[in-house]
């Protein structure tokens, strides 16, 4: 069977992924909106009078950086203390299917409510790390 060391590291890897894929997505949608004359590149300055569509992903990409933050932080100190157990890789895996699932609700919808259920799921998953971390801080 492998091990949960190194299997922790695929949801960390998988969540890296969709962050450079938005940052594809987004770059080509800004690419695409100014040869359509539909705003010149100066209004991504500062994120003002971006279509929607852009602001969304925009948004999307900015949250990549928050919660994700603190899962990569508890993945990389239960790896190096050696203390990753399968809980940890289905909290890691199910943090990620949130990520995914929240990203697609927030660019491609504008159902805040829907968002909002499904970062449930995002928190749950980070929780779970956080507290098996927490455990390991108490010496459990």
Known sequence: MSDPR???LWPVLAQIGL???LYVWLSAMRLLAV???EVEFGCFEFGRDEPAPIARITRNLSNQFELPV???ACVALLVALDRVTWVDVAAAWLFFAGR??????QTLTDDVRLRG???VINVLGCAILVAHL???ALGH
Do not use: P, Q
């Not at 995914?100 to 609700?105: E, K, L, M, R, S």
């Open 6 to 8: 190194h299997l922790v």
């Open 19 to 21: 962050t450079f894929g």
């Open 35 to 37: 040869r359509r004359g």
């Open 70 to 72: 603190i899962v990569f």
């Open 100 to 105: 995914v699932i929240h990203t697609a609700v």
């Open 117 to 119: 259920r499904v970062f």
């Open 134 to 136: 927490c455990l390991v």
